[in-house]
């Protein structure tokens, strides 16, 4: 098991960056059913006389092949994102239960990285702690409580590892497509994403069905091992 993770553009800093977008509204026998959009994303170092960057224009970017790939491409996006808030909530449900079952000051006592967890208040905050302060909190279980080493996803060291690592790049992903935005890159007009950061800076990243399946593979993984988790706690 791995995620297909999205690469970042590398992006020429000399390049001119553009981002423009149209639409057209769908009628079908005369009712109003949808609207086609067209977000483009141009970079280009081509420069016309007296210096200016050249901006292509041309009919494909307007397409009504490439509107209804927009609608499927938000789709996919927008699945992995929903599913994203499903297993967040599995997540909490299961952490929920663990500390009721486990103090959390012995929790907090088990290591160093564990008495670092103090600052998310668990005992009193745990219904506003992130995703990510979730997935932290979740790997300091696995690491610590070797109660869930019967479970066959967790049962040596190395796929401890790979489900700790897995987690943390499932959820960084997940933020990447819960923020970004969604372009056609010209010429090819494959579809990539504009993530913007706190800080305000921004990065685009390429999204293909190979990482929309991979996934969805991954979230599969994730609710299995936290239901077998699950059940090993119930026998406690």
Same mark, same amino acid.
């Given at each position: 098991?791995?995620?297909?993770?999205? &690469?970042?553009?590398?992006?020429?800093?000399?390049?001119?960056?553009?981002?423009?977008?149209?639409?057209?509204?769908?009628?079908?026998? *005369?009712?109003?059913?949808?609207?086609?959009?067209?977000?483009?994303?141009?970079?280009?170092?081509?420069?016309?006389?007296? *210096?200016?960057?050249?901006?292509?224009?041309?009919?494909? #970017? +307007?397409?009504?092949?490439? @509107?209804?790939?927009?609608?499927?491409?938000?789709? *996919?996006? @927008?699945?992995?994102?929903?599913? *994203?808030?499903?297993?967040? &909530?599995?997540?909490?449900?299961?952490?929920?239960?663990?500390?009721?079952?486990?103090?959390?000051?012995?929790?907090?006592?088990?290591?160093?990285?564990?008495?670092? #967890?103090?600052?998310?208040?668990?005992?009193?905050?745990?219904?506003?702690?992130?995703?990510?302060?979730?997935?932290?909190? #979740?790997?300091?279980?696995?690491?610590?409580?070797?109660?869930?080493?019967?479970?066959?996803?967790?049962?040596?060291?190395?796929?401890?590892?790979?489900?700790?690592?897995?987690?943390?790049?499932?959820?960084?992903?997940?933020?990447?497509?819960?923020?970004?935005?969604?372009?056609?890159?010209?010429? &090819?007009?494959?579809?990539?994403?504009?993530?913007?950061?706190?800080? @305000?800076?921004?990065?685009?990243?390429?999204?293909?069905? &190979?990482? +929309?399946?991979?996934?969805?593979?991954?979230?599969?993984?994730?609710?299995?091992?936290?239901?077998? #988790?699950?059940?090993?706690?119930?026998? @406690?």
């Amino acid at each position: 098991m791995h995620i297909i993770r999205p &690469d970042i553009l590398n992006i020429d800093e000399e390049a001119l960056i553009v981002e423009f977008s149209t639409h057209q509204k769908v009628y079908i026998e *005369g009712e109003f059913v949808d609207i086609l959009v067209f977000p483009t994303l141009v970079l280009t170092n081509e420069k016309e006389g007296g *210096g200016k960057f050249h901006l292509p224009v041309v009919d494909e #970017m +307007f397409t009504k092949e490439l @509107g209804y790939k927009f609608n499927n491409y938000t789709y *996919g996006v @927008g699945k992995i994102v929903r599913l *994203g808030e499903i297993n967040k &909530d599995n997540l909490h449900f299961f952490i929920r239960e663990y500390f009721e079952k486990n103090d959390v000051e012995a929790f907090y006592k088990r290591s160093a990285e564990c008495e670092k #967890m103090r600052e998310y208040h668990i005992e009193k905050s745990l219904e506003i702690l992130t995703y990510g302060n979730l997935k932290n909190i #979740m790997r300091l279980i696995i690491k610590t409580d070797d109660s869930f080493y019967e479970i066959e996803e967790l049962n040596d060291s190395s796929k401890r590892k790979k489900f700790r690592q897995i987690y943390e790049n499932y959820v960084v992903d997940r933020d990447r497509f819960t923020h970004g935005k969604l372009f056609f890159l010209y010429p &090819d007009f494959r579809p990539v994403l504009r993530v913007m950061e706190t800080n @305000g800076s921004s990065y685009y990243i390429n999204y293909s069905k &190979d990482i +929309f399946l991979s996934n969805l593979e991954v979230f599969d993984y994730l609710e299995s091992v936290i239901s077998k #988790m699950k059940q090993v706690l119930s026998k @406690g």
